[in-house]
């Protein structure tokens, strides 16, 4: 069993930053795959960016350039740097774990 909690939301201005983390209860390391989802009001949920225990990373094309992933399997930790937020970026952040682990969300505003 795991359990996933974000934390690093807030509200910024378009083209700052922030970092979110994910702290997550069991090990990571067996978790092949970690990642990122969002969830913006009336819009599917949807992918930003994903990272295998490998290294692989797959990242959605809108965020491209701006957001970088990282886990840090020692600290049982995943995280997600944003910079030059838009105001497109403002949703609901979960951390996922596969197969089908979730956490709460945490949301992030981003103001013109």
């Known amino acids: 069993q795991v359990q996933l909690v974000e934390s690093g939301g807030g509200l910024v201005q378009a083209g700052g930053s922030l970092r979110l983390s994910c702290a997550a209860s069991?090990?990571?390391?067996?978790?092949?795959?970690m990642g990122w989802f969002r969830q913006a009001p009336g819009k599917q949920r949807e992918l930003v960016a994903i990272?295998?225990?490998?290294?692989?990373?797959n990242y959605a094309d809108s965020v491209k350039g701006r957001f970088a992933i990282s886990r840090d399997n020692a600290k049982n930790m995943v995280y997600l740097q944003m910079n030059s937020l838009k105001i497109e970026d403002t949703a609901v952040y979960y951390c996922?774990?596969?197969?089908?682990?979730w956490g709460q969300g945490t949301q992030v505003t981003v103001s013109s």
């Open positions: 069991g090990s990571i390391f067996s978790r092949n795959v």
């Open positions: 990272m295998t225990r490998g290294g692989s990373i």
């Open positions: 996922y774990a596969g197969p089908a682990y």
